[in-house]
């Protein structure tokens, strides 16, 4: 194309778009913990971890805690817990925020989580779900993981949970 042909930069269509921001995943550190807070507040109706559990998981070693931002703003988070020598890691949490679902960020996490985990040396990674979170429970089972096994009045309002599993 000649060079006379070009949009200048006014004229460049795209230049005038907005372009949509990527959300980044990262590995959390200690300053995420109130913001981890506030969006488990935000994200779950009960069982809400505090400010000081965030601080144990964000220091330990066993824990892989993964954010998702979105211009700067805290949007997501995964926690996977390993243990040394162990072919198993436990997905612990994973949350996005209420305004951000639906936009593939919970499958961007669990990617990375299954990706960490591996990295640790685990073969398979487990959860538990509420049996009455349908939307985690088709996340899980869109993603290939499979029920194990259950629960009984594994939360502290007396609800059950599913295991589920995938191998890595
Ligand atoms: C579960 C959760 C993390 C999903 O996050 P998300 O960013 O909305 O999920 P995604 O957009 O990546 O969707 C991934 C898949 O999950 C399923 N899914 C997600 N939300 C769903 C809903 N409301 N209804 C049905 N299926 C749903 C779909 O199969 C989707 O795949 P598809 O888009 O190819 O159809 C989110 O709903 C959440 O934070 N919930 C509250 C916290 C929670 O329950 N965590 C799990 C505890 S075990």
Excluded: K
Aim: hydrophobic content about 45%; proline content about 6%; overall charge positive.
């Amino acid at each position: 194309m000649p060079a006379a042909a070009l949009a200048t930069p006014e004229e460049d269509p795209a230049e005038a778009l907005p372009l949509p921001t990527l959300p980044v995943i990262r590995d959390g550190c200690l300053g995420d913990a109130p913001s981890l807070r506030a969006l488990e507040l935000r994200s779950f109706p009960g069982n809400h971890m505090s400010l000081r559990q965030f601080r144990f998981h964000l220091r330990s070693p066993r824990a892989h805690l993964l954010v998702a931002e979105v211009d700067g703003a805290l949007v997501g988070s995964a926690t996977v817990l390993v243990r040394a020598n162990s072919r198993r890691a436990r997905l612990y949490s994973i949350m996005v925020d209420p305004a951000a679902r639906g936009l593939g960020l919970g499958r961007s996490l669990l990617a990375r989580a299954e990706q960490v985990a591996r990295q640790a040396g685990a073969r398979q990674l487990y959860l538990e779900v509420r049996q009455d979170n349908a939307a985690a429970i088709a996340m899980y089972e869109r993603l290939g993981y499979r029920r194990i096994g259950q629960e009984a009045a594994y939360y502290d309002d007396g609800a059950d949970a599913w295991r589920y599993a995938r191998e890595l």
